[in-house]
T-cell receptor, first 115, second 112 residues
Framework: EAQVTQNPRYLITVTGKKLTVTCSQN?????MSWYRQDPGLGLRQIYY???????DKGDVPEGYKVSRKEKRNFPLILESPSPNQTSLYFC??????????????FGPGTRLLVL | KQEVTQIPAALSVPEGENLVLNCSFT??????LQWFRQDPGKGLTSLLL?????REQTSGRLNASLDKSSGRSTLYIAASQPGDSATYLCAVPDNYGQNFVFGPGTRLSVLP
């Protein structure tokens, strides 16, 4: 089944404790992206990747890191989480970014609480 | 910088009604526009993607139109059903097709 998977789905952590949220897609998509969703602020893009080893900042990249060493994986790293990073995080992928093959497929989301 | 707005913010209709959701964007130089559905606590499901060269796209009871020059898109839902209750979001990529901007969404309730 074609899908985007994220792990963990739920995570409670403390300020400053490094964490990684994994994202994997099995559709051979070139484009992958991370978003956060907050009440009243909507969905905002954190980072995106057009292909392996190619990543770029979205609208809210502060406090986050990403890597794209393999086509299928795009982990989101919080080196030193803070309470303002408490949010619902989504990973998404598409065949070719914002083009005619740009339909984005979303993962189920990761709900993060930073105490 | 691209900004996307959606009207109305919320909508409640009786089952069977036809309805229209609106999406506006400030920069008309877009590659495409995508409509999504989000159920509470769930991820987003793609409904329709309209290319910049297209005027409309249809899937079942859904029809999305795009007017680039005026910076508007509409999502038409025919014969609404309670199962259509969800939040509907539109999104556009930037000029390079990479950075996506989402609208705030329209929360739809279809009453039986």
């Amino acid at each position: 089944e074609a899908q985007v998977t994220q792990n963990p789905r739920y995570l409670i952590t403390v300020t400053g404790k490094k964490l990684t949220v994994t994202c994997s897609q099995n559709m051979n998509h070139e484009y992958m992206s991370w978003y956060r969703q907050d009440p009243g602020l909507g969905l905002r893009q954190i980072y995106y990747s057009m292909n392996v080893e190619v990543t770029d900042k979205g609208d809210v990249p502060e406090g986050y890191k990403v890597s794209r060493k393999e086509k299928r994986n795009f982990p989101l790293i919080l080196e030193s989480p803070s309470p303002n990073q408490t949010s619902l995080y989504f990973c998404a992928s598409s065949l070719l970014g914002g083009t005619e093959k740009g339909t984005q497929y979303f993962g189920p989301g990761t709900r993060l609480l930073v105490l | 910088k691209q900004e996307v707005t959606q009207i109305p913010a919320a909508l409640s209709v009786p089952e069977g009604e036809n309805l229209v959701l609106n999406c506006s964007f400030t920069d008309s130089a877009i590659y495409n526009l995508q409509w999504f559905r989000q159920d509470p606590g769930k991820g987003l499901t793609s409904l329709l993607l309209i290319q910049s060269s297209q005027r409309e796209q249809t899937s079942g009871r859904l029809n999305a139109s795009l007017d680039k020059s005026s910076g508007r898109s509409t999502l038409y839902i025919a014969a609404s059903q309670p199962g259509d209750s969800a939040t509907y979001l539109c999104a556009v990529p930037d000029n390079y097709g990479q950075n996506f901007v989402f609208g705030p969404g329209t929360r739809l309730s279809v009453l039986p």
